[in-house]
Structure formats: structure tokens, C-alpha cells
T-cell receptor, first 116, second 113 residues
Framework: AQSVSQHNHHVILSEAASLELGCNYSYGGTVNLFWYVQYPGQHLQLLLKYFSGDPLVKGIKGFEAEFIKSKFSFNLRKPSVQWSDTAEYFCAVNPSGYSSASKIIFGSGTRLSIRP | DADVTQTPRNRITKTGKRIMLECSQTKGHDRMYWYRQDPGLGLRLIYYSFDVKDINKGEISDGYSVSRQAQAKFSLSLESAIPNQTALYFC????????????FGPGTRLTVT
């Protein structure tokens, strides 16, 4: 069965530290990939997405993610985090070929806490 | 104004009660979804609808039903609520083609006692 793994359940960093959140998926075919962010008490917002082309994707708020097909990974990175990045981050995968977003599969999320 | 609205935002109900969660959107999207979010489990799809006449079960549809009253409205019902349905419920929309990504509503926190 298709699945998405986020191995880091809770990450704690100091401001200005670099961030990398891991995401691995299990699906043998072509995929669309997403990172969503959920700030405390708020709904999910799309941070960035990958459909095709350059595997290094730039998102909002200085985030980026790199798709490495051989590793089935789509890790999220930010060179210098801020206190306002405190949130929960969800990786999601949508197998291409399905005609709708109904097959979006979410990871269990990584809670990021930034110490001021 | 928000593109996707959900009512109520918070609800506490008793076991066995029927409850309806409502979702409305102004994005003009054909596709609408209901997810539940549980700590440590991420989001799981309950039901989705491609248009008014098309309703599909998601990963965890047991105990839930839905109604797509119009393109802009998609309601989720718990016919007889049970405590393990305590969760955060999100409605989402997406366009038929293009980005595929979901646009989420603010969520409804449901507690079943």
C-alpha cells in the first residue's frame, strides 16, 4: 500500500538554525509531492509542491524541498529558521495518473518548535 | 473573506447523537473533501465528491455520511456519534485540473463524550 513516512515527530531548534525535515514515500510510479504547514490553531496551507521539472522546489517563506527519485524522498529545508516557523509540517503524496486529488496521502506530520 | 468556511468551529456532543458538520466554498471548485486529523496520524480522507452527483468513500468512511447539496456545499454527518470520532475535521476543495493540491477550511473540533 502507498504510504508517506515522516520519521521526525518533533523537532526542536533554536532561531537561525538550519532545518531539514525528512519525508519518504512508497509508490513505484510517478508522483506529485507537497508540503503543507499548519500553524497553531490554523488550517493547513500549501507550502510548496512538485509536479515535474527541476527537482529543487522553492516555496513560500524561504522553504525549499528537493525531490530525490532514487531515494523516494522529498525533504523540506530552510537555511535559517525563525520563531514564527513554529508549526506542524505535513508531507503529502499524490500518485500521478489518478485524475483527482482524492489520492493525496498525508504523512503523520512533524511538529517543529523554535526556541527564541 | 475565507474561501472555505466550516460550521461549527467547535462542537461537543454526547455519544449516540446525530451531528452535522457543514462546509461552504466560494472558490468555484468542483471537488470537495472531508478529512479528519488525529494526533500522530496526519490527515485521513473520509469522503470526497467530484461534483454534485458524485460521492465517493475515502479511507475511513464507516460511521460517516455526506451530502453535496450544491457545488458550494458539502456536509458531513455522524449518524450516531461515538467517542473515537473525537477529532479535528477539515473540509477541502480542489480544482478539476491544474494544481491538484487541496485548499483547506479552518477545521471543526469535535468532541464526543
Amino acid at each position: 500500500a502507498q504510504s508517506v513516512s515522516q520519521h521526525n515527530h518533533h523537532v526542536i531548534l533554536s532561531e537561525a538554525a538550519s532545518l531539514e525535515l525528512g519525508c519518504n514515500y512508497s509508490y513505484g510510479g510517478t508522483v506529485n509531492l507537497f508540503w503543507y504547514v499548519q500553524y497553531p490553531g490554523q488550517h493547513l496551507q500549501l507550502l510548496l509542491k512538485y509536479f515535474s521539472g527541476d527537482p529543487l522546489v522553492k516555496g513560500i517563506k524561504g522553504f525549499e524541498a528537493e525531490f530525490i527519485k532514487s531515494k523516494f524522498s522529498f525533504n523540506l529545508r530552510k537555511p535559517s529558521v525563525q520563531w514564527s516557523d513554529t508549526a506542524e509540517y505535513f508531507c503529502a503524496v499524490n500518485p500521478s495518473g489518478y485524475s483527482s486529488a482524492s489520492k493525496i496521502i498525508f504523512g503523520s506530520g512533524t511538529r517543529l518548535s523554535i526556541r527564541p | 473573506d475565507a474561501d472555505v468556511t466550516q460550521t461549527p468551529r467547535n462542537r461537543i456532543t454526547k455519544t449516540g447523537k446525530r451531528i452535522m458538520l457543514e462546509c461552504s466554498q466560494t472558490k468555484g471548485h468542483d471537488r470537495m473533501y472531508w478529512y479528519r486529523q488525529d494526533p500522530g496520524l496526519g490527515l485521513r480522507l473520509i469522503y470526497y465528491s467530484f461534483d454534485v452527483k458524485d460521492i465517493n468513500k475515502g479511507e475511513i468512511s464507516d460511521g460517516y455520511s455526506v451530502s453535496r447539496q450544491a457545488q458550494a456545499k458539502f456536509s458531513l454527518s455522524l449518524e450516531s456519534a461515538i467517542p473515537n470520532q473525537t477529532a479535528l475535521y477539515f473540509c477541502a476543495t480542489s480544482a478539476v485540473s491544474g494544481t491538484v493540491s487541496n485548499n483547506f477550511g479552518p477545521g471543526t473540533r469535535l468532541t464526543v463524550t
